[in-house]
């Protein structure tokens, strides 16, 4: 038995100890926010936070993470209301959406050590997430949008 | 979402209303050019089978059925924002659910062709008008006051002269049994309050919480999971396997052989069930299986084009349009123009990989996942299962992607074959390497252009494509030329040549081959326009005047003019690059100009790309400028980052490691624009990509004297 912290939620998981996080997170827990994507680290779906920074579940052995506080895109925020969350809605960002838990679980980290990123930074920061859609200008805009937020104290711009 | 069949009291049954409710659909009477719109509730409706429906229930909520699938370009959005705007009813009153597959109650149900609004916008606004109208008419009765008193506004029924109101949901009974009227008439595009407004995609929040289910999101009670090794030459079929390590990983419980259909051909692989996903996977990854591809060649890349090319020396191929003589002109000319440009295979590689629910049930079958076609799978299966096509029951799921690849059925009858195999509900997730080794893919094209310029003028155009034709892989007729040459070329240029000539040399290989978002357009854009820039370079004109001298269209004039306009084309210094390209794509045509500068490392730099897009009467600019952003980048991956090359018969691209994507530190602001006029709508998902990688290399070219005519090229090394 593992035990696991999600989400504030304590875990019991029967599971081999290199099975990767991903998929006790989405299989044997059923919390299917976080996404498969690649399975090797390329792509960012399966970006979640270990002790608040971000971590490939893909690549990250469920044994890795007994013990640290997980958090997936279902515990960012209690109301969808992280900065990020209310800018993403307020770009409409998202198009097909698969890869947006990822972009905003890197983008939460960035946005914590850097409340006033610039686009160089977001670049760096967010160049490990790959869109296929193609949502990069709106994930850019909304980044600064929900800075701009955090900064001025606004939790929901509506 | 995985509500609906057709009659109405399943209907009600399964979205959990009680019967109170106002029902309309439309009627597609064989003989009739336009949709009647029926209310449900009349008894000669009950036999009758409704394609669209919108359902008003007595909370004043209303229910639309889309027969076509949420892929990222936004019908979520679009289609109730045009049920709300007749309807008088707030966009956030109206919810959608998806069809299931049936092409005998909906008609064509693929996503694709860039169809979802411009196919159904007509009925939309019938149907929410007819509602609204039969409201009206239900209130009026009530307060015995005429129709022509009252007014419909936010869901509610307003009697002008007294104030006095009703919410929907009181009306709904009484309007129910009312007749739906005919001739009713819509609004003007001045007076719409909603259509046309950026307005926020409805299913944003439950794409930034975790709750949006996709196809591999999807549970049914004691599912098991499952991975397949297929064979890797995508062709011929298992010798023989051994399973004795993979049955020895926890968690594995079955391996089998399966087949599974690629349209008219099969392919070949080795099963592995399993408790969960990652067990499954590593199953497959300890099998030994000794593959008997006998009968198919082992290309290569180079190999496919050197034939291309080879063809395009002796062939004339099958004739899509001839106008005059091109053939004698570039025969006599003393100069002439003769190049070959070549694009690449691509991978869709959806960001979901493919994967899908079946649930067999021994009459019956039931299919979750993420579908573009969802009456192609039901027949399909129907007929690969030996199943009647009632039996299958197709749902769809949110899909992560399509651009194509989703609408192919091998994945959903693979998923059928083992959850038969098993006797439980499995589902099937494919790997990232199976997603990128399998194909379907677009296919590689090799172009062979050859025109004639004499006094500044085009005298002869001809072009020719050799390539995998899809329409052929999908069980076209071969000797006739489909629209695959003269996708996303401009017909105008068809009246304004003189001497023309377009034509398609047949050419196969056993790799399978899908459309990929905008299909041929997507590479026949590159062709025709970077060949364009080289005939005006060649007559001495500036690119985009050629268009407009050649494009004799006022409609395209206003386009080339905001393009012009926007672009800053006139004003344009001599350091700068500018290239521009125009292309049609399913109705609608998009100009392009890209900025290009070389940075002190000689690298080139894309500083900037301007899209016109005139797409007609739309729905949401906001939606039209995503589509057309993400369509942009897309492209720009297609022509500068990733092929898809083979070897030995074989993918050589296996993860995003070797088949790279773009990332938002590749992409350059993107400035869209959209025209405003009455004219019938067009595509949106689709028409913004043909136009980026020619207008790209037509702005490297004016930059740097280079021309680019084989994608993928590298920016670093122009």
Redesign the interface.
């Known amino acids: 038995m593992i035990s696991l912290n999600i989400n504030q939620k304590t875990y019991q998981v029967d599971v081999s100890p290199d099975m990767p996080l991903l998929w006790v997170i989405r299989d044997i827990v059923g919390l299917t926010g976080t996404k498969y994507g690649c399975g090797v680290a390329q792509c960012g779906a399966c970006v979640v936070h270990m002790n608040g920074e971000a971590a490939r579940s893909c690549v990250t052995k469920v044994s890795r993470a007994e013990g640290q506080a997980i958090v997936t895109i279902e515990g960012l925020s209690q109301n969808n209301d992280h900065p990020l969350q209310t800018a993403w809605n307020e770009i409409s960002v998202p198009q097909c959406g698969y890869c947006h838990s990822g972009q905003l679980m890197s983008a939460a980290v960035l946005l914590r050590e850097n409340p006033n990123p610039t686009d160089d930074d977001i670049d760096a920061a967010m160049a490990g997430n790959i869109c296929r859609c193609g949502t990069y200008p709106r994930i850019r805009q909304a980044i600064h949008l929900a800075a701009e937020m955090q900064r001025k104290g606004i939790k929901n711009k509506n | 979402m995985d509500t609906n069949t057709l009659s109405r009291r399943k209907f009600l049954k399964s979205t959990g209303l009680t019967g109170a409710a106002l029902f309309l659909g439309c009627y597609f009477p064989a003989s009739a050019r336009e949709a009647k719109i029926l209310n449900a509730a009349q008894p000669e409706t009950t036999e009758i089978e409704l394609n669209a429906w919108i359902l008003i229930d007595t909370s004043g909520k209303v229910t639309l059925l889309s027969h076509r699938a949420e892929?990222?370009?936004?019908v979520y959005q679009s289609l109730p924002q045009i049920i709300a705007e007749e309807l008088e009813v707030n966009l956030n009153e109206v919810n959608i659910i998806f069809a299931k597959g049936d092409n005998k109650k909906y008609g064509n149900q693929v996503t694709g062709g860039s169809s979802s609004v411009r196919g159904s916008y007509k009925n939309l606004l019938k149907l929410g008008a007819t509602a609204r109208e039969m409201l009206i008419e239900a209130a009026a009765k009530k307060w015995n006051v005429a129709n022509e008193e009252c007014y419909a506004e936010a869901g509610h029924v307003i009697h002008k002269p007294s104030g006095k109101k009703f919410h929907y949901g009181e009306l709904v009974v009484d309007a129910s049994k009312l007749e739906a009227p005919k001739n009713i008439k819509l609004k003007a595009r001045s007076e719409y309050k909603i259509i046309g407004k950026p307005l926020?995609?409805q299913?944003?929040?439950?794409?930034?919480?975790?709750?949006?289910?996709?196809g591999?999101?999807k549970?049914v009670p004691n599912m098991l999971?499952a991975a397949v090794e297929r064979n890797p030459r995508l062709r011929g079929v298992v010798k023989s396997f051994d399973d004795s390590a993979a049955l020895k990983i926890?968690?594995v419980k079955k391996v089998f052989k399966v087949r599974m259909g690629v349209f008219s051909t099969y392919r070949e692989g080795v099963a592995v069930v399993a408790d969960?996903?990652?067990a499954a996977?590593q199953g497959k990854k300890a099998l030994k299986i000794e593959w008997d591809d006998s009968g198919f060649e082992h290309l290569s890349t180079d190999e496919i084009y050197k034939r291309q090319q080879e063809d395009l020396k002796t062939k004339e191929g099958l004739s899509f349009r001839k106008v005059g003589d091109p053939d004698s002109i570039i025969q006599q000319a003393a100069k002439k123009i003769d190049v070959v440009y070549q694009t690449p295979y691509q991978s869709h590689?959806?960001?979901?990989?493919l994967n899908c629910v079946a649930h067999w049930q021994g009459d019956k079958l039931e299919i979750w996942g993420p579908i573009q076609a969802p009456d192609w799978v039901q027949d399909y299966i129907s007929k690969e299962m030996n199943l009647p096509r009632e039996n299958v029951i197709v749902n769809l799921t949110?899909?992560?992607?399509?651009?194509g690849r989703k609408a192919f059925m091998d994945y959903p009858h693979e998923a059928s074959v083992i959850s038969k195999e098993i006797g439980a509900p499995v589902q099937v997730?494919w790997?990232?390497e199976d997603d990128a080794t399998q194909g379907p893919y677009r296919p590689g094209i090799s172009y062979r252009c050859e025109g004639v310029v004499a006094n500044g003028e085009i005298s002869a155009f001809k072009v020719r494509m050799a390539g995998q034709n899809n329409g052929h892989w999908m069980g076209g007729k071969k000797d006739i030329a489909n629209r695959s040459a003269t996708e996303g070329f401009l017909k105008p240029y068809f009246d304004s040549m003189k001497n023309i000539s377009v034509a398609d040399v047949p050419f196969e290989t056993p790799i399978p081959t899908m459309w990929w978002r905008s299909v041929y357009a997507s590479t026949n854009g590159f062709a025709y326009e970077s060949f364009m820039d080289e005939l005006a370079i060649a007559a001495g004109k500036d690119p985009l005047e050629l268009r407009r001298e050649y494009l004799k269209d006022e409609r395209l004039h206003r386009q080339i003019d905001k393009l012009e306009e926007v672009s800053g084309w006139k004003n344009r210094k001599k350091n700068e690059g500018f290239g521009v390209a125009i292309t049609e794509c399913f109705g609608t045509p998009v100009g392009q100009v890209v900025k290009v500068s070389k940075q002190k490392d000689g690298k080139i730099k894309i500083d900037k790309v301007w899209a016109v897009v005139d797409c007609g009467w739309y729905v949401n600019p906001?939606?039209i400028k995503?589509?057309v952003?993400?369509?942009?980048?897309?492209a720009l991956g297609a022509a500068t980052i990733h092929e898809i090359t083979f070897k030995d018969g074989m993918t050589e691209q296996r993860?995003?490691?070797n088949y790279r994507?773009?990332?938002?530190?590749d992409?350059p602001?993107?400035e869209v624009h959209i025209m405003e006029n009455d004219a019938d709508a067009g595509g949106v998902g689709e028409p913004g990509l043909p136009a980026f990688a020619p207008a790209l290399t037509n702005a490297v070219y004016d930059l740097t004297g280079k021309r680019i005519r084989k994608l993928p090229f590298s920016l670093a090394t122009v």
């Not at chain 2, 994507?661 to 530190?665: F, G, L, Q, T």
């Open positions: 892929m990222g370009q936004g926020h995609r299913d944003t929040p439950l794409k930034t919480n975790g709750t949006a289910i996709f591999l999101d549970r999971y926890p968690g969960n996903t990652w996977i590689s959806c960001m979901e990989p949110f899909l992560g992607g399509g651009f997730v790997t990232r906001d939606t995503a589509q952003e993400g369509s942009i980048v897309m993860n995003f490691y994507m773009p990332r938002i530190n992409i602001p993107i």
